[in-house]
């Protein structure tokens, strides 16, 4: 049992929390997920089940999509509707402005990660520091709002939908959302509906034991088809991979177009996914290194995927 399922996370549970339910209900140890979603929050978690582990931390800096509802007025320690009261501001901003304020934050910005949230200082989560009584403010870093698209203003909640980059706090774009408007303001409700190409179709609800069938789980060769391009190799291309050796030109069957220094993914010729790989040629290059008779290596196995 190897690939990924796609979870609609209920809220009130940890992301942890999830995993340890795949792993009861699938009897496998080997399972994880890629990139959190905070307690309060829903939406789609992506869960790696066997060698699907070791594709997960291509997911991290995936785009991803989610529906927001931020409060204005209103400020707490965690950014969002959990934390604790800080403060409560009247916000007399009106519609144009509150829109101009948030629309404001499309393109690239620094934005400070939360004092509570999974990110890592001296190898301790912040929010265990956070909860110990020392907040560690972590220097910025500069993420990507691909788009944001208002989908109503209803003070004090403001409804929209945003594509951000891998690594972006949507808590903290309500924060700096509410900065900006001078009266703070928080995320209320917060869904995750896309990772990439994933969305929700076809997500396993785990409130719902009928509902986690097995046959959910996508193969490794369905979730790199997009991710990477591919190259397959004969039977002595895919015996060096699997003793971690590079190959030839010669034991390539047939290739994608893809550039030096680009990850691809190797297929035996069964089409089964054997490993994600380091091109070391410019596939164009290919061609010329055959007819010249050249025994230039062209990859090199990054990670190799045994039975």
Known sequence: ?????????????????????????????????????????????????????????????????????????????????????????????????????????????????????????????????ARSGKIITMPPVRVKIHSIEIESIK???????????????????????GIKLGCGAIAQELRRIQVDRFDLSGCVDIQRADSFDMSKVISLEEVTRFMFKTVVVNDLGSKKIEDGRPIEIDDVMSYEDFNKGELVRILDKNGKLISISLSERKSNFFSTIDKAERKDIVIRPKKVFKN
């Open 155 to 177: 003070k004090p909640y403001v409804k929209f939908k945003t594509v951000v980059s891998g690594g972006t706090y949507i808590r903290s774009l309500c924060r700096d959302f």
């Open 1 to 129: 049992m190897n690939g990924i399922i796609k979870i609609d996370k209920p809220s009130g549970i940890t992301s942890h929390d999830v995993v340890n339910i795949v792993r009861k209900i699938s009897s496998v140890r080997q399972v994880g997920h890629a990139g959190t979603l905070d307690p309060f929050a829903t939406g789609l978690l992506i869960v790696g089940i066997g060698n699907g582990t070791r594709i997960l931390e291509y997911f991290l800096h995936a785009e991803k999509t989610y529906d927001v509802i931020a409060r204005i007025g209103l400020t707490t320690d965690t950014y969002d509707k959990t934390g604790k009261f800080v403060e409560e501001n009247p916000c007399d901003r009106s519609e144009e402005e509150i829109r101009e304020a948030l629309l404001s934050f499309v393109g690239d910005y620094d934005q400070v990660p939360p004092i509570y949230s999974s990110k890592k200082y001296a190898g301790v989560r912040l929010y265990k520091l």
